[in-house]
């Protein structure tokens, strides 16, 4: 389950993204600059971490609520921690 709002963000912020993929693409086949490519990538790489926010939050206050709720908190406990991991290797 996503919450409404939520799910138009992301959405939004996922079209952000396919148009700055699309324009570096272009920048690429145009031979652009590197550094003017590199700091588009980070613009670009900056949207997708803005979606994982608002994912997380998604996550946080729908599914692991309902874990905790169901009895389940080593599960949403787990979770949570195997995306801090994974955010720790970036």
Sequence with gaps: ????????????????????????QKMVEEHKYCIDVI????????ALSSV??????NHLATHVVEQIKGSKSSK?????????KLSKKK
Excluded at 5 to 19: A, F, T
């Design 1 to 24: 389950m996503m919450r409404k709002d939520i799910q138009k963000k992301v959405l939004r912020r996922l079209k952000i993204v396919e148009g700055q993929v699309k324009g570096l």
């Design 39 to 46: 700091t588009q990538t980070q613009a670009a790489r900056q």
């Design 52 to 57: 994982e926010d608002l994912m997380l939050e």
């Design 76 to 84: 949403a406990v787990e979770e949570i921690l195997s995306v801090y």
